[in-house]
């Protein structure tokens, strides 16, 4: 089982960056680190960070080559990034995550959302988590004709996902597992 997770970094990092990406970040960010982990119980899962510094990087790639790297990042080159990401996985994905402030979300996933359907795979698992604002704009009924399984996290403050939804998306990944 394919599942990718998608989420941006965290102001509160680490002292070193000779750690993974993953590492680096602190925080309420380890919440994300701690449900990967879970996850990887169920198949190759992936993590993906954003962040106006780097881009898009794997959580396995090392902080100190991609925070050092020399490459300057504009905001419009890091959404772009990050769509191309987002559409790549969402291709082969059995459970895509995303997980985002909400002008993150709004000017990726909700401007390629289309897209995102189009290629998604049927009756795979999509996790959103966003403000009601961004979420709202999204044709989530275009995933379920797919038979896709549809949670999302209406997102209040810094909490990246709800106690109640992550509990809903391991059980999700669960059944599908068996």
């Not at 970040?25 to 190759?44: D, T, V």
């Not at 996790?127 to 209406?154: I, R």
């Amino acid at each position: 089982m394919e599942i990718n997770i998608f989420v941006e970094g965290s102001n509160t990092t680490a002292n070193s960056k000779n750690i993974p990406v993953e590492d680096y970040y602190q925080g309420l960010f380890r919440s994300i680190s701690s449900l990967k982990g879970e996850l990887s119980n169920y198949g190759e899962t992936n993590l993906y960070v954003f962040s106006d510094d780097f881009g898009v990087a794997k959580g396995s790639e090392m902080a100190d080559s991609v925070l050092t790297s020399g490459q300057s990042i504009n905001s419009a080159t890091m959404v772009d990034n990050a769509q191309e990401c987002l559409r790549d996985a969402a291709a082969s994905a059995d459970v895509m995550i995303i997980l985002l402030s909400t002008n993150l979300f709004k000017n990726t996933v909700n401007q390629i959302w289309n897209e995102l359907v189009s290629v998604a795979t049927p009756e795979s698992i999509w996790c959103l988590g966003a403000a009601q604002s961004a979420l709202s704009d999204l044709d989530l009924h275009a995933l379920e004709k797919k038979e896709c399984t549809v949670l999302t996290y209406q997102r209040v403050g810094v909490a990246r996902l709800g106690k109640e939804t992550r509990s809903e998306l391991l059980e999700a990944v669960r059944q599908k597992s068996r």
